[in-house]
């Protein structure tokens, strides 16, 4: 038996180079790729570093004007509830511990005018404040009534009791009957106003009194 014409031999052998270079090929190409290199994870020293906050900005201002604030025993008004004289010492002493160079004790219990020396005398560098709710015996309106009462002040200075300044502020819509208003826990609203511009008043005056350098 034959083993074939030699044209058969030459088409076999050239369908084998053809598998041959194919396969060579496909091996070439597949080894050509790669994979994408991965991007690095980012580390902390990437991130950027918080900005301290200054030292002197955290630093608050230390107080300069030192005050305590009392109010007198309660008067003979009758229609002047107790809540008003409260709501004047404390709108008063609020209004004076605003600003950041002020530091103001309030006095709880009532203080007399002799108290009040007393008090002043014993400090070394607070002022003491003393407020008053007093009866107009000027006014034509009736007395013993809330529209016919205004807010006096006096300040003592520290070691001497010197007076430095004094003054007086009249309620808004003073002679108005407002003998159906209702008492408020607050206080009088009228009475409240004027507590803060006795506040603004003591604060104008004490402008000069302020030393110029205070040790804790």
């Known amino acids: 038996m034959s083993d074939g014409s030699p044209f058969s031999r030459i088409l076999s052998l050239s369908f084998i180079a053809i598998f041959v270079l194919c396969s060579a090929l496909t091996i070439t190409a597949q080894s050509g790729r790669r994979a994408p290199k ?79 020396t007393k008090r002043a005398k014993s400090e070394e560098i607070a002022y003491v404040v003393w407020l008053r709710v007093r009866e107009d015996e000027m006014s034509s309106s009736t007395t013993g009534t809330p529209n016919n009462a205004y807010i006096e002040y006096m300040v003592f200075a520290p070691v001497t009791a010197k007076l430095v300044a004094s003054g007086a ?48």
């Open 38 to 116: 991965s991007q690095p994870a980012p580390t902390d020293a990437a991130l950027p570093e918080p900005t301290p906050v200054s030292a002197v900005a955290q630093e608050q201002p230390k107080p300069t004007l030192r005050l305590v604030v009392a109010i007198e025993k309660y008067g003979s008004f009758s229609s002047v509830s107790l809540s008003t004289y409260d709501g004047v010492l404390r709108t008063c002493a609020e209004r004076l511990d605003e600003p950041p160079s002020v530091s103001v004790e309030r006095v709880a219990h009532p203080m007399s005018r002799n108290e009040v």
């Open 169 to 216: 502020t009249y309620p808004k819509n003073r002679g108005i009957n407002q003998s159906s208003r209702l008492p408020s826990p607050n206080g009088d609203r009228e009475f409240n106003e004027a507590a803060r511009s006795t506040a603004n008043k003591i604060l104008s005056a004490l402008q000069l009194h302020i030393p110029s350098n205070v040790s804790d």
